[in-house]
């Protein structure tokens, strides 16, 4: 991300990150997402947001997330368990 930044605008570089980055974390993140080893990928995540935006790596992202109109890795855990409720509905049972 960082040596395509400087010749890339803004729009390009997110297409490059859903298209990345997101398709591979987005992949199986229902079963995975609660593991101790999603805070390292989010971290990853954050680095890139940085980079993306230009901001040195102690800046808080969550205005960052925000600003680019992006998920953290933690919300898009939760949307995908609740898209896949709202699919499964019938293997549920209601009490």
């Known amino acids: 991300m960082r040596s395509i930044k400087t010749v890339m605008s803004l729009n390009t570089l ?8 997101s398709a591979i974390i987005s992949y199986g993140l ?3 997402g609660n593991s101790p080893h999603s ?3 989010f971290r990853i995540q954050k680095s890139i947001i940085r980079i993306m935006l230009g901001y040195k790596q102690r800046v808080s992202c969550r205005n960052l997330f925000t ?8 919300l898009q855990y939760i949307l995908l368990l609740m898209l896949f409720v709202i699919k499964n509905k019938n293997l549920f049972t209601l009490n």
Do not use: E, V
């Not at 997110?14 to 980055?21: A, E, M, N, Q």
């Not at 600003?67 to 933690?74: D, I």
């Open 67 to 74: 600003r680019l109109k992006m998920l953290p890795l933690a």
């Open 30 to 32: 229902p079963f995975w």
């Open 39 to 41: 805070i390292q990928l």
């Open 14 to 21: 997110k297409t490059i990150y859903y298209s990345s980055f």
